[in-house]
């Protein structure tokens, strides 16, 4: 990438529950346009990570700059707002609801007029190939379809940032290799994505760059390339990591 510029950035970033660091001193930067991977165990403190970006969490310590502004601390529909969107690793659709709906729930955000936010919300799920589904319930969508759809709502709130926590868990490899597409064209429209993901084909081809994380620590930081050679996240992490597309 020629020129680099960074919308995100942490600094000594920290959480404790209790006993438990489940972030130790976290310092990432992301650049605008970047797809960013974010890899590690179970438990490494990921989902805690998006938590604390995403306004979820207040960190114990540290600090967290969007577009150079300290953002620490302040609430979830606040950063939102500002360009942050994220998905859930653990899917949670309005199961009543038909998709459209889910997603004009998060068009609402920047739509007052609930017309506009059908609209909107049919033009995303067009865009994500859900168009078909717009009229099923979300109760009735199969894992797939249910993950795109949460990729949809998070595009709905019109972010800058998208935080993709395990979207691609439970798929096949057709499904995933589509899934990866996505992302992919994510991009190009010109959004910057952090994306967590155990599924070791898809993080390596997509991402431009990796930090992984172990027991709330970043262990590593670099090209896939680089992660993947390094001996220290071999033995702690993929040595262990089976998931392929
Ligand atoms: N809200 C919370 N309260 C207490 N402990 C938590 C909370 N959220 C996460 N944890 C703990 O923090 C650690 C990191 O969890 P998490 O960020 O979900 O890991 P990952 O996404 O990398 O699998 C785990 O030990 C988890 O049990
Ligand atoms: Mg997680």
């Not at 960074?6 to 992301?30: M, P, S």
């Not at 805690?48 to 577009?67: H, Q, V, W």
């Not at 090209?223 to 702690?236: A, G, L, M, Y």
């Amino acid at each position: 990438m020629s020129e680099q510029k960074e919308i995100l950035r942490t600094e000594h970033l920290t959480i404790k529950f209790g006993g438990l660091v489940a972030n130790n001193d976290v310092n990432i930067h992301l650049n605008e346009g970047e797809i960013l991977g974010l890899i590690g165990t179970n438990g490494a403190g990921k989902t805690t990570l998006f938590n604390m970006l995403a306004g979820a969490l207040k960190p114990t310590s540290g600090k967290i700059y969007y577009r150079g502004q300290d953002i620490t601390g302040k609430p979830a529909d606040k950063i939102c707002k500002m360009g942050i969107g994220r998905t859930y690793q653990v899917v949670q659709p309005f199961t009543s609801l038909t998709v459209e709906e889910n997603v004009m729930v998060g068009c609402l955000n920047r739509h007052r007029n609930i017309e506009r936010a059908r609209k909107r919300a049919d033009e995303i799920l067009e865009e994500l190939g859900l168009g078909k589904h717009i009229h099923t319930k979300g109760a009735n969508l199969g894992l797939p379809q249910l993950k795109r759809m949460e990729i949809a709502r998070a595009l709905a709130t019109e972010p800058d940032i998208i935080l993709l926590d395990e979207v691609m868990a439970g798929l096949n490899p057709t499904e995933c290799e589509e899934a990866m597409e996505l992302v992919l064209n994510l991009r190009k429209k010109g959004y910057t994505i952090i994306m967590i993901e155990h599924i070791m084909k898809a993080v390596m081809n997509v991402s431009d760059r990796i930090y992984v994380l172990n027991q709330g620590v970043v262990i590593a930081e670099g090209t896939p390339q680089e992660v993947s050679t390094n001996q220290e996240v071999i033995d702690s992490y993929l040595g262990g990591a089976k998931k392929k597309c």
